[in-house]
């Protein structure tokens, strides 16, 4: 039966992998013009003495990319001028709410205290202050754009570059583009709505040691999160709570209480410890310094499914056969502790089948009412809400929750495959719950949440590789529990199923993880090929133009020539730079002496 469910598995991936690799090219080679497929993100470009980042930027490209460079857009460190706009906006509204109030009742103007949030201070009229307050604001943000604009240190080593194919953008981004591998690093840049602009102001040397941290933090919340779990699943043992406080006795056999304690309150009480992690976990992606929004979700997602995997699912085996046969471990020899693990596995089956319907039967029927939505709403509504705008922001759905529902899906796709041959009658608890979780997310994704962003199915590596993950992790399962019992000679047997499995992954990433990876250059010149015959006239620069600008200066209504780095001379830029050449004579790429200009100004010849 391992090798019959193995081997299903292993062809149901195959075949889901080859047809979502299928889609995704498909989905490419289909989708209209987008600014991300000219577009990438250069990462770590080195300081120049004579050059400002942006003029080094135009130079490297137009060198190195001479037929297909089109433009580029520095990034600002605008973190401080994003703060203040945003304050102005709250600003805003509290003023409109204000205003509005002042006009349903016009026989008294609105009054406020100038302390915060209006709880203290002195009493003043609330209109005249909040205008007073936007004003000096506007002032301040105006101070700091002009900043941001003419500091050079504001201007990160970070730049969206921009091609005039979709093959000169393919052949930049999967590319290296220097000697050195640490500097000028390239990578697709995110679509417009998908990039996290407060981290593209991290330094990259920064960015490792975030990682690094945040790698050392996720490790402590990970096991020392094993004490309330531990706590939690010797709820599920009565006669132990008895045994430790024998005057809750008398409490804990009352029939409601006793299958109330037994039944619901240790799922129950899991999902209450679980609800406030996928937040956490968000937060420490962001610490560690993604660019786009999709990936933050996608490392927040692999956060909490190790979390799920070591706390929910190891936790509640390993911490139960703690509790429950504590007494054995320090009683017998060490031969027979592989014996007491084994048999705890199969012990556990009816824990999970009641988290599976706690958490997983009415956390769909939950998904499908919305009724933590719901809450939210009426309390916003009831305590914040002052104006239309506050009201559109409450009843806003958001976008499905991959960091929270993805691990979730998977944790289940482990349970279900652990316990398909050890205890079966597990599986159609599994099955109902993937059957209404199919409906009720088909429901919610096209009727109810908003896309915040298009990854053309960029998570399903990291889905493929933790469910081949779930699988060897059930046949080493598997194989500690047969070695305990009468059916250890068969355990030999088993041995090729993981090593042919982890064979399977490597197979499947071989085969299909190039196609979300890379953008195949066959596509990109078809794509290329296809635009210029069905629109020569086509104004790419313009279609570009600020589609990488920081949104904060689109809002305050910059002025192009201000913020854009465009090219007005096609042949031609100077620059200040020394001359590090000791080429003989001048190639195409190479840079031309020019008697117009003195020893230390240069031509490139593009």
């Not at 080679?29 to 250069?42: C, E, G, H, K, P």
């Not at 040397?205 to 402590?220: D, E, S």
């Not at 078809?526 to 006239?537: H, I, S, V």
């Not at 080429?583 to 020893?599: C, K, L, Q, V």
Request: hydrophobic share 45%; with cysteine; proline share 5%.
């Amino acid at each position: 039966m391992a090798y019959v469910f193995s081997a299903w598995t292993c062809f149901v991936l195959y075949t889901e992998y080859d047809k979502i690799a299928s889609m995704r090219l498909h989905f490419l080679a289909s989708q209209r013009r987008r600014a991300d497929q000219f577009t990438v993100l250069v990462r770590n470009v080195p300081p120049d003495t004579d050059e400002t980042i942006s003029e080094h930027v135009d130079h490297f490209f137009r060198v190195n990319h001479p037929d297909h460079y089109l433009t580029h857009q520095v990034v600002y460190n605008a973190n401080k001028l994003a703060k203040l706009v945003k304050k102005k906006e709250k600003l805003k509204n509290w003023l409109d709410y204000y205003q509005i109030k002042y006009s349903r009742h016009p026989e008294k103007r609105p009054t406020t205290k100038e302390g915060f949030l209006g709880l203290w201070g002195e009493r003043v009229d609330a209109i005249d202050f909040y205008t007073a307050e936007i004003d000096t604001l506007v002032q301040k943000i105006a101070e700091e754009r002009e900043r941001v604009l003419k500091d050079p240190e504001a201007i990160m080593p970070v730049a969206f570059v921009s091609f005039n194919t979709r093959w000169g953008a393919a052949v930049c981004a999967q590319t290296q583009q220097s000697k050195n591998p640490t500097i000028w690093l390239t990578e697709w840049a995110p679509e417009p709505r998908d990039v996290y602009w407060s981290n593209l102001a991290i330094p990259f040397v920064a960015i490792a040691i975030r990682k690094l941290v945040m790698g050392v933090t996720l490790f402590f919340l990970v096991f020392f999160f094993m004490i309330p779990i531990a706590a939690v699943q010797s709820l599920a043992n009565l006669d132990g709570i008895e045994k430790v406080a024998p005057f809750l006795k008398s409490i804990i056999e009352v029939k409601i209480i006793k299958s109330f304690l037994q039944g619901f309150l240790p799922g129950l009480a899991l999902k209450i410890f679980l609800i406030i992690l996928p937040t956490i976990l968000m937060i420490m992606s962001k610490i560690e310094g993604y660019a786009a929004t999709s990936i933050l979700e996608r490392r927040a997602a692999a956060k909490y499914y190790y979390f799920m995997l070591v706390n929910v699912f190891l936790g509640s085996i390993i911490t139960g056969t703690a509790f429950q046969q504590l007494h054995a471990f320090l009683h017998q020899s060490p031969t027979q502790i592989p014996k007491t693990i084994g048999v705890s596995i199969p012990m556990k089956a009816t824990f999970f089948i009641t988290y599976i319907m706690v958490d997983g039967w009415a956390g769909i029927a939950g998904e499908i009412l919305r009724l933590k939505p719901l809450i939210i709403f009426h309390l916003k509504n009831m305590f914040l809400v002052k104006t239309e705008k506050d009201r559109e922001n409450a009843m806003d759905p958001g976008s499905v929750g991959f960091p929270e529902a993805l691990p979730q899906l998977q944790l289940y796709f482990l349970l279900g495959l652990v316990y398909a041959v050890i205890t079966p009658i597990l599986l159609p608890f599994i099955v109902i719950f993937f059957g209404f979780a199919y409906f009720v997310y088909r429901h919610q994704v096209i009727n109810v949440y908003n896309q915040e962003y298009e990854s053309v199915a960029a998570f399903w590596p990291h889905v493929h590789s933790r469910i081949v993950a779930a699988l060897v992790i059930s046949q080493l399962l598997l194989l500690g529990l047969l070695s305990t019992k009468k059916a250890a000679d068969s355990t030999p047997i088993l041995l090729a199923l993981p090593v042919l499995t982890i064979w399977f992954q490597r197979f499947c990433k071989s085969r299909f993880e190039p196609a979300f990876r890379r953008y195949p250059l066959e596509e990109a010149m078809a794509k290329d090929t296809l635009e210029r015959a069905t629109e020569p006239n086509l104004n790419l620069k313009g279609y570009l133009s600020n589609s990488y600008l920081h949104p904060i200066f689109k809002s305050e209504g910059n002025e192009e020539n201000e913020m854009g780095e465009w090219r007005d001379d096609d042949s031609l830029v100077l620059t200040k730079r020394h001359s590090k050449l000791n080429t003989p004579g001048a190639s195409e790429n190479s840079y031309i002496a020019s008697p117009e200009y003195d020893e230390e100004t240069y031509n490139y010849q593009v």
